[in-house]
C-alpha cells in the first residue's frame, strides 16, 4: 500500500493546433451553442431554421392567431401609453423637438418585431443614452444655435450606433458586455440619475438660459445664479405633480396589486397638466409649453446624415458610448426575462436587432432606441425585485410599472400593435399634446429617476466587497462631478484593474491532510489539517502566465523557505514539493518556463518536484515545451493522496516513514 | 455508507475587513516578504537591520577585507575594460556626444555600490534605451540643429526616469514589470536588434546624412537614397571588424573555456582602430573618427535639467517608458542571479537604486543607466543558457562574455573598483580615444546586436504557444515598422487582452468518476470516468467574477442542457448539481450574484445545487451577501465524493441507486 498501483495521468497527444483553436473560439464567441438545435436536422429543414434563426418572425407568424392577439392588443395600447409621454419627456432631455421622441416609438417597434427575437421586450428611448448623447453632441454643436446642424449630428450618432451593434453583433462580441460589471452599472445609473434629476430643476423652476455642462457643480451654479428667473408657479405644478407620481410609486410598494395606477400615472400627468394649461392659460403665468407638435408620420431623414470630417469623431464617439451601454441594458433584459421563462436568448442577435432597428431609424426621423423592458406581474417582480431593479428603473417612466403577465403580450406582435398606436397617435393626437406643460415633463422625469439612486445596493456592496463599492463610486462620482463617459471609462478602468490582479496574484495555499481521510485541504482553512513530514504540497491558483510567473515562483520559494525555517532538527527537511494543479485551467510559456526554472532551483536545494492532476490544456503545453520530458512522466499523479504515498516511500528517512505509512494503511 | 459522517466545511466566521485587506496588500506589493529577517529581533537590532535593508552598504562594508578586494580589483578592471567601447558606442545610439557615455560609467556605479543590494550586478549604459531615447526626444529637438537644447532634453528624461523609478520602488510597484511577459521581450529584443544594426549601416557605409526616423522602411530609404556618400574604405574596415568580432563569438561557443577572447574583443577592435586610424590617417581616407574627447571628470549639469512646459511631455514619456524597459531588465537580471546563488534580491529596492542612481547621474553629465549582468562561469553559462540567453545580448557589447565566477566580484566594491578605473581614463586616458573609427563603433553595435534576433525561441513559441507568438511579433514587427514605443504597447496590449480573455473564459469541464477510486476527474481528459446517475459534477476555473458570470451562467446551463438531451428516459434526468470551486481563488458580487440567479433557475427545474469545497475568500463572501444562507449550509461539502453519497441518498429514484451505493461500499 505504501507504493500502491496508482491511477496513471492521461498523457494523450496534444490536440492539433486547429482543434485546441476551434475549441477555444467556440467558447469566446459561441458560449450559449446558438446552433445547436440545427445539428441533428435533415438539409432543408436546417435551411429553415437558419431563416427562422436570422429572421425570427418567421418563426412566430406560421403559428400566431386571433386568440393570442387579444393578449397583445392589451399590451400594446398599455405599452403606447406609457410611450407617449416618455418620448415627449426623453427628446427634450436630448435637447431635440419633442415630436421625434414621438416618431421614435413608431418605426423601431416595426423593425423588432422582424429581427427581435426576445418576446418579452418593448422597443423605446432611454434617459441616460438621451443626455449622453446631448451631452456628446452638444459639446461640439449648439442645440440652442444651430439646432438643424444638432439634430442631424444626433441622427448621425444614431446611425453610428446602429453600425456599431450590428458590427458587435455579427463579429460575436457580445463579451464586450461582460464587461460592465454589475459594480459599475449601479454606480453609472446613480450618478445619471442624480444629474438628470438636477437637469429637471430647469423645467421645474422655469429657468430659460441654462449650461450646458451635465456635471453637479456647474448646474447647481447655473441654477443659483439664475435666481431671479424662478418662477414660484412652476415650481408648484412641479411639486405637485412629483409628489402625485411619487405616491403611486408607494402605492405600488405597499399593495402590489395596485401596480397599474403607478403605469398609467405618467399618462395622467400629462392629460391632467394639458387641461391644466389650456384651460388655465398657464403660458401667461410663467408655466411653458410643449409648443406645437406637427400631425403626421416621420420624415425621412436620410439625406440629413451629416458625414462631414469635422463632426466625424464626435458623432462616432457618441456612437460607440451610447451603443455599449444601450446594448447592455438590452441584453441584460433579453436574458433576465428569458431566464424566466427558461428560455435563452442569444445576447448577439438581439444586437443585431437593435442595429437594424438605430440604422433604420436614423433614415426616419428617430433617435436612439433599445429594448426595455415589458411584461412581468406583480408577484414575480417582488421576489425578483433584486435583478430587476436596476432594469426597471433604467427604463425610466415605466419604471415599477408592471403588466400582469397573464394579460401581456405573448408575441413580439404587441410591438406591431404598439407602433400602429403610435401611428394613430402621429396622425391624429400629436396636436393635442402640446399644452403639455415642460413642468410635468420635469416631474416624470425626476420620479423615475429618483428611483434609480441605489442606496440599498451600494450598502451592500460596501459591506460585501470594498474594491466592488470603489468601482461603483468612481462611476457615481464621475458622473456626477465630471461627465457620464468618463465616469464610466473610470470605473470599467478600475474594474479592469482589478481583473488584472486576480490574474497577478493567484491564490496559492499549503495543503495538509485532513485527518481520517484522503482529503487535503487549506492549511489556514482548516487548522486540524496536519502536515506530512518532508512533503510540501501546495495548491496553485489559475491561470499561470506571464504576469504572475515571477510572483508563483518567489511564492513557491517563500513557503519553502518558511517550511525550512520552522524546524531546527534536519530530519525535517523538505524533500518533496507537490504542486496541486486541479484549479489551473491554463499556462503560457512565461509559466512553462518558470515551472523548469523552479526545478532547477529545487534540484540544486535537493527537493524534487511533482505535478499533480494537471488538465488537458496545461499537461498538453507542458508536453510541447518538453517540461513532461524534463521531470519524467513519473512525477505526475492523479491525486495528491497518490504522491504522497510515492514520495513517502522514497524518502530518505525511511523508517519512521515506513511506520506512518502503515499506520496510514488502516486509516484509508 | 451511503450517508457516511461526513466531513464538515469550515464556517468560520468571515475575517475582518482590515485583516483581509492587510492580506491582499501583502501578496500584492510584498510577495517576497522583504521584512521576514527583521520580524523576531530585538529594538536596536531591528533598526540596525532596517538601515542596512535601506543602505547595503553597510551590510558588506563592514565585513570587507583585503583578500576578498583582489577578486573586486580584477573583476572591477575587466568591466571598465568593456564600459569603454559600449559607452563611447551607445552615447553614439543615443546622438549624444561620446564623452558622455564615459561619464555615465563613473558617477552610477558608486550610486549603486551605496544602495544596489545585488552583490552580482554592474551599471553601465544599454543599447536599446539608448536608441529609444534618442528616438523620443529627437521627435521634439533635433540633435543636428540643436545639439545644446537635445542634450539638457536626455538629462532631463533621464532624471524623470530616476524620479519614476524611486517611485515605483517606493510605492512597490515592481508588479508592474510582471506585464512584460516573455514573448513580448523576446519580440521587443529582435525588433530592437534590427532597427539599431540597420542604424549603423551609417557608421559601416560613412554616410553623412541620415534620417532621423528608426523604422525600417525609413532607414533602409535614407541608405538607398545616398547611394553616393557610400564610402567603400569605410566598409571594408567595418566589414573586417565585425568578421572579427563575430569570429571571437563562434569561438567562445565552440570552445567555452576561451570566453575571455570575446570578452576583450570590443577592447581589442578599439584599440587597433585607434592605432590604424592614428597611422593611416584614416579621416582623409572617408573614415570618420570619434573626434575630441575632453579630458576632466563629469561636469554638474543641475542647472541644465529643462522642465520647460514645451517639452515636458516629451522627456516625461521617455523618462517612463526607458525607465519601465531599463528596470524590467534590471529586475530580471537581479532576481536570475539572486537564484543561482539561492539568494533573494528585493526588485523594487533594487527600483529605489536605480532611480538614485538615474537622478544623481542627470546632475552629473550622465545619462540613462542600469543594471547590466556581470559575472558568471562559463560552464553554468552554457546549462542556464535560455534564461540568460536575452539578458545577455540585451546588454550590448558584454554580450556572451562572461567573466570566471571564481575570480569574479564578490561585493558591489568591484563597481567601485570601476568606477575609479573610469575616474583614471576621464583624467588622463579620454584624448587617447579621438582616433577611434565610428566604423568600429559600428561594428561592435551590430556584432552584439546581431545575436539578440532569437529565431530559436521564435519558433519555439510558436510551436508551443500560437498566441505567444502574436504577442511577440506584434513586439518584432511594430518595433522594426512603427516605432519601438508603439511596437512594446501593441505587444502589451495583446497580452493584457489574451490575460482578459483567459479571466472571461474560465475553463469549466464536467467531472467523471474514476473506476475503483474515489476521483473525480475531466471526462474529456479520462474517457474512462464515468458520470454518477441523477448528478452533475461540474468543476469551475476561476476567478467568477463580472467579467465571466454570464459565461458561466450560460455554460452551466448548457452543460444541463446537454446532459438531459443525451437521455430520453425520465429517470435519467439530473436531480442534483454540484460545483466543484476547490480551484476558484476569488469571486466578487456579481459573481456572487450569478450564484444566487443559477440557483433560482435551478429551482425552477427541479435541480438541487450544491457547492463542493470553496476556499476560504470564496466562502466568505458567499456568507457576507447571504448565499450560504440562501442554499443551506447542509448544501456545502468538503469534497466530491461525501456531496455524490448524499446526493444518491436522497434521489428520487432510490431503488437503483441504492444498489449502486451497495457496490460502492466494496469499492471504497
Given at each position: 500500500m505504501a507504493n500502491p498501483s496508482r491511477q496513471a495521468v492521461n498523457f494523450a497527444a496534444p490536440r492539433g493546433f486547429a482543434t485546441a483553436f476551434k475549441a477555444d473560439c467556440k467558447e469566446t464567441f459561441f458560449p450559449d451553442d446558438p446552433f445547436h438545435e440545427m445539428k441533428h436536422e435533415k438539409p432543408l429543414n436546417k435551411l429553415k431554421k437558419t431563416i427562422q434563426y436570422f429572421i425570427p418572425l418567421f418563426e412566430w407568424l406560421p403559428n400566431y392567431n386571433l386568440s393570442l392577439f387579444r393578449y397583445d392588443l392589451l399590451a400594446g395600447i398599455t405599452i403606447t401609453s406609457l410611450a407617449i409621454p416618455q418620448g415627449i419627456s426623453y427628446a427634450k432631455l436630448a435637447n431635440i423637438p419633442p415630436i421625434y421622441g414621438l416618431y421614435s416609438s413608431f418605426i423601431p417597434p416595426f423593425v423588432y418585431a422582424i429581427?427581435?427575437?426576445?418576446?418579452?421586450l418593448a422597443v423605446g428611448t432611454v434617459a441616460a443614452c438621451s443626455l449622453l448623447l446631448s451631452e456628446t453632441v452638444g459639446a461640439k454643436a449648439s442645440p440652442q444655435d444651430d439646432p438643424t446642424l444638432y439634430l442631424h449630428l444626433i441622427f448621425t450618432a444614431t446611425f453610428f450606433t446602429g453600425i456599431f451593434q450590428t458590427a458587435l453583433g455579427f463579429l460575436r462580441?457580445?463579451?464586450?458586455?461582460?464587461?460592465?460589471?454589475h459594480s459599475t452599472i449601479t454606480g453609472f445609473m446613480g450618478g445619471t440619475a442624480i444629474i438628470i434629476c438636477l437637469q429637471q430643476l430647469k423645467g421645474m423652476l422655469g429657468l430659460i438660459h441654462f449650461t450646458t455642462h451635465t456635471d453637479v457643480v456647474s448646474v447647481l451654479g447655473a441654477v443659483f445664479r439664475r435666481r431671479?428667473?424662478?418662477?414660484w408657479e412652476s415650481a408648484v405644478v412641479g411639486i405637485i405633480f412629483l409628489a402625485f407620481l411619487q405616491f403611486t410609486r408607494y402605492l405600488r410598494q405597499k399593495r402590489p396589486k395596485l401596480f397599474w395606477v403607478s403605469a398609467i400615472a405618467p399618462m395622467v400627468v400629462v392629460v391632467v397638466g394639458c387641461l391644466f394649461a389650456f384651460f388655465a392659460h398657464a403660458e401667461k403665468h410663467g408655466i411653458q409649453i410643449v409648443g406645437e407638435l406637427k400631425k403626421g408620420l416621420n420624415p425621412p431623414s436620410i439625406q440629413y446624415l451629416n458625414f462631414d470630417p469635422q463632426y466625424l469623431p464626435v458623432t462616432v464617439r457618441a456612437g460607440l458610448i451610447t451603443g455599449l451601454i444601450a446594448m447592455a441594458e438590452g441584453i441584460a433584459i433579453g436574458r433576465s426575462f428569458a431566464i424566466m421563462k427558461s428560455e435563452q436568448t442569444d445576447g448577439n442577435k438581439e444586437m443585431i436587432a437593435f442595429g437594424f432597428m438605430n440604422i433604420i431609424g436614423s433614415f426616419t426621423s428617430c433617435y436612439l432606441t433599445t429594448g426595455i423592458y415589458i411584461l412581468l406581474d406583480a408577484t414575480i417582480y417582488e421576489e425578483y425585485s433584486d435583478i430587476f431593479f436596476l432594469i426597471f428603473e433604467f427604463a425610466g417612466p415605466f419604471s415599477k410599472t408592471a403588466v400582469n403577465f397573464n394579460a401581456g403580450c405573448r408575441t413580439a406582435m404587441s410591438n406591431v400593435v404598439m407602433g400602429f398606436c403610435m401611428m394613430l397617435t402621429l396622425l391624429f393626437l400629436a396636436p393635442l399634446f402640446r399644452y403639455t406643460p415642460l413642468v410635468a415633463l420635469s416631474a416624470i422625469i425626476m420620479s423615475a429617476m429618483l428611483g434609480l439612486i441605489n442606496y440599498d445596493e451600494m450598502i451592500h456592496l460596501f459591506k460585501v466587497d470594498k474594491f466592488d463599492f470603489v468601482i461603483c463610486m468612481a462611476a457615481f462620482l464621475g458622473v456626477s462631478f465630471i461627465s457620464m463617459d468618463v465616469g464610466l471609462m473610470l470605473s470599467v478602468g478600475l474594474a479592469l484593474l482589478r481583473a488584472l490582479l486576480y490574474v497577478a496574484r493567484p491564490a496559492a495555499c499549503k495543503l495538509g491532510k485532513i485527518p481520517n481521510s484522503s482529503l487535503y485541504r487549506d492549511t489556514e482553512q482548516y487548522p486540524g489539517s496536519t502536515p506530512i513530514q518532508g512533503v510540501l504540497v501546495l495548491q496553485l491558483g489559475s491561470p499561470i502566465y506571464f504576469a504572475n510567473s515571477t510572483y508563483i515562483r518567489e511564492r513557491v520559494l517563500r513557503y519553502i523557505k518558511e517550511e525550512q525555517g520552522v524546524s531546527d532538527s534536519k530530519t525535517e527537511i523538505i524533500e518533496h514539493l507537490l504542486l496541486?494543479?486541479?484549479?489551473?485551467?491554463s499556462i503560457d510559456m512565461t509559466g512553462i518556463e518558470t515551472f523548469l526554472e523552479l526545478r532547477r532551483i529545487l534540484d540544486s536545494k535537493g527537493i524534487k518536484l511533482s505535478i499533480v492532476n494537471p488538465r488537458i490544456e496545461v499537461l498538453e503545453k507542458m508536453t510541447l515545451a518538453k517540461f513532461t520530458d524534463a521531470i519524467g512522466k513519473e512525477s505526475f499523479y492523479l491525486s495528491i493522496e497518490d504522491a504522497v504515498q510515492n514520495c513517502r516511500f522514497s524518502l530518505h528517512s525511511s523508517k519512521t516513514t515506513m511506520e506512518e505509512s502503515l499506520n496510514d494503511q488502516n486509516v484509508v
Open positions: 429581427f427581435g427575437s426576445s418576446k418579452h462580441l457580445g463579451i464586450l458586455v461582460d464587461f460592465l460589471s431671479n428667473e424662478w418662477r496541486d494543479l486541479s484549479g489551473v485551467s
